[in-house]
């Protein structure tokens, strides 16, 4: 497990996660500042994922480390921010209370599911999918709507949480599919 400069620029997100979470907490109409900042760390964060990725992929400085912490900085990203735009009351649109624990539920259930599957049947790979990929940029499009005040945000939301429901299902076929694999692969030894 080596530091690459793709996982500089992950850490460095995780690093400023903090202050956009504080930006969205503490903005009110008065401090409108405080939501355009939001939105800035936002779209550098978005940039960012974009970036460590193209960089890791262009120059072979792939790594264990960043596999792993590239996709803990998007989700905590995604969940805290979420939960933090939805305890601001002052963010119209907003985002409703019940929304936040229905997108940290799918993770939740990825993880676990995964694990699982990883206890009972051996090692398991958890590969990236469409509907994964889909639901990411959903969610990103929900986060950055509401940011920018957007009246299509509940439009966006709607889709994000289709995206949501799709990708649970798609992701238990997958896991599905490689324990009947498995399966079928001990019993014919």
Same mark, same amino acid.
């Given at each position: 497990?080596?530091?690459?400069?793709?996982?500089?620029?992950?850490?460095?997100?995780?690093?400023?996660?903090?202050?956009?979470?504080?930006?969205?907490?503490?903005?009110?109409?008065?401090?409108?500042? $405080?939501? #355009?900042? @939001?939105?800035?760390?936002?779209?550098?964060?978005?940039?960012?994922?974009?970036?460590?990725?193209?960089? @890791?992929?262009?120059?072979?400085?792939?790594?264990? $480390?960043?596999?792993?912490?590239?996709?803990?900085?998007?989700?905590?990203?995604?969940?805290?921010?979420?939960?933090?735009?939805?305890?601001?009351?002052?963010?119209?649109?907003?985002?409703?209370?019940?929304?936040?624990?229905?997108?940290?539920?799918?993770?939740?259930?990825?993880?676990?599911? @995964?694990?699982?599957?990883?206890?009972?049947?051996?090692?398991?790979?958890?590969?990236?999918?469409?509907?994964?990929?889909?639901?990411?940029?959903?969610?990103?499009?929900?986060?950055?709507?509401?940011?920018?005040?957007?009246?299509?945000?509940?439009?966006?939301?709607?889709?994000?949480?289709?995206?949501?429901?799709?990708?649970?299902?798609?992701?238990?076929?997958?896991?599905?599919? #490689?324990?009947?694999?498995?399966?079928?692969?001990?019993?014919?030894?």
């Amino acid at each position: 497990m080596y530091v690459t400069i793709a996982n500089y620029i992950t850490a460095a997100r995780l690093g400023f996660m903090p202050v956009f979470l504080a930006c969205v907490l503490g903005y009110s109409p008065e401090r409108a500042y $405080l939501r #355009q900042a @939001a939105f800035f760390l936002y779209a550098a964060f978005a940039l960012s994922d974009i970036l460590d990725g193209q960089i @890791a992929r262009r120059f072979h400085l792939e790594s264990r $480390l960043g596999k792993r912490l590239d996709p803990l900085a998007d989700k905590l990203l995604i969940n805290l921010g979420f939960i933090f735009v939805a305890a601001n009351g002052w963010f119209n649109p907003g985002m409703p209370l019940w929304a936040p624990p229905v997108f940290l539920a799918r993770d939740v259930y990825i993880v676990l599911g @995964a694990y699982l599957i990883n206890e009972r049947y051996g090692p398991f790979k958890v590969k990236p999918r469409l509907s994964g990929k889909t639901t990411t940029v959903l969610q990103m499009a929900v986060m950055i709507s509401v940011l920018l005040s957007n009246p299509l945000t509940p439009f966006l939301l709607a889709a994000s949480l289709a995206a949501t429901g799709w990708s649970s299902i798609d992701y238990f076929y997958a896991g599905y599919a #490689q324990v009947k694999e498995r399966t079928k692969a001990d019993a014919a030894r």
